[in-house]
């Protein structure tokens, strides 16, 4: 399983940017796919995870703000990211998650939110 991320970029405070992540290889149903961030100086945190079937689930941090989309036929999974705010700068990554336990993670995007 590969994860390709895409959208990164720099903006300003109250902006937007949407992220895109595109899986392939074999997967199959009972993942879960999402975003994670790690900014400088700072531990990996989810940002927000998305199961194929079920419930979304979004760090306290970007609810409201952040959106999780995903299309289980083309294995993709996306983040819209509106009113952002200096405290999201980090790095983006995109991850898979399978049934059987196994994740995979996308190479990272960065993200900059400058005032």
């Known amino acids: 399983v590969q994860l390709q991320a895409s959208g990164g970029g720099l903006v300003q405070t109250g902006g937007s940017l949407r992220l895109s992540c595109a899986a392939s290889?074999?997967?199959?149903?009972?993942?879960?796919m999402g975003w994670y961030r790690q900014a400088p100086g700072k531990q990996h945190e989810l940002v927000a995870v998305?199961?194929?079937?079920?419930?979304?689930r979004y760090a306290d941090s970007v609810k409201g703000r952040f959106t999780i989309s995903r299309d289980n036929a083309k294995n993709t999974v996306s983040l819209q990211m509106n009113s952002l705010k200096l405290e999201d700068t980090a790095v983006y990554f995109c991850?898979?998650?399978?049934?059987?336990?196994?994740?995979?993670w996308g190479q990272g995007t960065l993200v900059t939110v400058s005032s």
């Open positions: 290889g074999n997967i199959f149903s009972g993942n879960l």
């Open positions: 991850l898979l998650n399978t049934r059987y336990g196994d994740t995979y």
């Open positions: 998305s199961p194929d079937v079920g419930i979304t």
